[in-house]
């Protein structure tokens, strides 16, 4: 009786030590242990999410890397009358205990930067709206913007230049990036962009045109900052295109524009004669790199031309585009419309 009396206690000891055991391990993984979120990211909650629902979509979507705390963190999500509904920005190393909290009180963190990039924005435009936004200073834009620090993620990059830096690449689009990013984190995030819209089969058009991606990015670029309407866009690529393939000047201000970062007031007969190589006015050729960052619109226009006869164009002070087939035409057309 007093053997089974003493293995009995040992049970209950052995048990009871299990259990805090078990106890201890819980709440380690509660307040101090994984997981914790992989990578920055969003997490878009709707109406009715359940616990379980969160968590799954959690870990689909790679935020964390096992299930095991589902019992415990789902419990503290269940323990609650609803998760809110939002938006939630999450960040890399962020405990999941300190998330659940958040999504019960609905903080859908503050620290998410929303920044647009107009089509046609120019490398230093894109880094004066990311530094005025407190992320880096221009140094370190300007430091970071160059194709070797990125060629390893992005293996097209080794088509451009490696003196150049990545002017054309920058994909205009709105973004949301956080407080804490820095520009590396932002040009990586607008390259990865510009490689998910700049498809293999646009990259293939290219080639079948005998225009590496680099000259048409220049044109796009070209185009961007020349024309509005998608169907202009097409006649100019066409224009400008003839004219390159047939050594002819492609004569556009916009380079010029770009040489003297002119961008607004009207240009002069000194600016036109700026020995900058961006000058196509004066030096025969494609310049030697982009001139902003164009949308899909203006590399869609350069990798589809449209065929015509017109060797001329002109922009009117309403925005339209004249086109003409001679330089006599041409002449005639800036003094009805420019003078």
Do not use: C
Not at 254 to 259: E, G, H, N, P, Q
Request: glycine share 6%; aromatic share 10%.
């Amino acid at each position: 009786m007093i053997s089974i009396a003493i293995t009995n206690i040992r049970r209950v000891i052995f048990l009871l030590l299990l259990s805090l055991v078990v106890l201890i391990i819980g709440l380690f993984l509660l307040f101090w242990g994984k997981p914790v979120i992989n990578h920055p990211g969003e997490l878009v909650i709707v109406e009715g999410s359940s616990a379980e629902a969160v968590w799954q979509q959690l870990v689909r979507q790679n935020y964390v890397d096992h299930t095991l705390p589902l019992q415990y963190y789902g419990w503290r999500l269940s323990a609650n009358n609803h998760i809110k509904t939002g938006t939630y920005a999450l960040s890399a190393g962020e405990h999941v205990r300190d998330l659940i909290m958040r999504l019960v009180a609905g903080d859908t963190n503050s620290s998410v930067l929303t920044v647009t990039f107009p089509e046609g924005f120019t490398l230093y435009q894109v880094g004066e709206r990311i530094t005025a936004q407190g992320i880096g200073t221009a140094d370190d834009f300007k430091t970071a913007a160059v194709p070797e620090n990125f060629i390893d993620q992005f293996a097209w990059l080794s088509q451009v230049p490696s003196a150049r830096n990545l002017e054309g690449y920058l994909f205009p689009d709105t973004y949301q990036f956080y407080t804490d990013d820095t520009p590396a984190d932002v040009i990586r995030r607008m390259l990865a962009n510009f490689d998910a819209k700049i498809n293999t089969a646009l990259f293939s058009d290219a080639v079948k045109t005998d225009h590496p991606l680099d000259q048409v990015i220049i044109m796009a670029s070209i185009i961007e900052r020349e024309v509005i309407s998608d169907e202009d866009m097409a006649l100019v690529s066409g224009v400008l295109w003839k004219r390159l393939n047939d050594g002819i000047g492609l004569d556009v201000d916009a380079t010029v524009r770009y040489a003297l970062q002119k961008w607004d007031e009207p240009l002069t007969y000194q600016d036109l004669q700026t020995e900058s190589p961006y000058n196509t006015r004066k030096w025969r050729g494609l310049p030697p790199g982009p001139i902003s960052n164009p949308g899909l619109r203006a590399i869609q226009a350069a990798t589809h031309p449209q065929k015509s006869e017109y060797y001329y164009y002109l922009s009117a002070p309403s925005g339209k585009t004249i086109f003409s087939r001679t330089l006599e035409e041409h002449n005639i057309n800036k003094a009805k419309y420019l003078n």
